[in-house]
């Protein structure tokens, strides 16, 4: 999550946010997203789910599915985190084709998964 904040405030999409809300389990409840952010008048402004998952495959893809239905039903800008290539094609597919307003992110490794020594 902290890599995902640090993205939308690097990317400028988070200039409106004054307070951060995040769901520290896997799976949050249904009307939750895993970060939220508020502006200075409680209202939600982004949206976001992540995974680390690096394969859509099997059950990943089907939570993929479900998870991203849940963000494009949430308030303010949203967004889908992944960590692989193959995560984010998969998701792009998937918002495509259910036109869900969702923008799908491919954060870079952390810097000590990059360094092969």
């Keep these: ?3 995902a904040v ?3 405030l690097a990317e400028g999409r988070a200039s ?5 809300g995040w769901h520290p389990s896997s799976t949050g409840p249904s009307d939750e997203p895993d970060l939220r952010g508020l502006n200075g008048e409680g209202v939600v402004v982004i949206s976001a789910e992540a995974t680390a998952s690096s394969l859509p495959q099997g059950v990943i893809d089907m939570r993929m599915a479900k998870t991203l239905a ?3 039903s949430m308030g303010g800008r949203r967004f889908y985190f992944v960590t692989t290539t193959e995560m984010e094609r998969r998701a792009l597919t998937k918002v495509s084709k259910r036109g869900h307003l969702v ?5 870079s490794a952390p810097l000590a998964k990059r360094d092969s020594g």
């Excluded at 409106?16 to 951060?20: F, G, I, L, M, S």
């Excluded at 923008?103 to 954060?107: A, E, M």
């Design 1 to 3: 999550m902290v890599r």
């Design 6 to 8: 640090e993205w939308l």
């Design 16 to 20: 409106d946010v004054v307070r951060w």
């Design 70 to 72: 849940k963000v494009a």
């Design 103 to 107: 923008q799908v992110v491919r954060l």
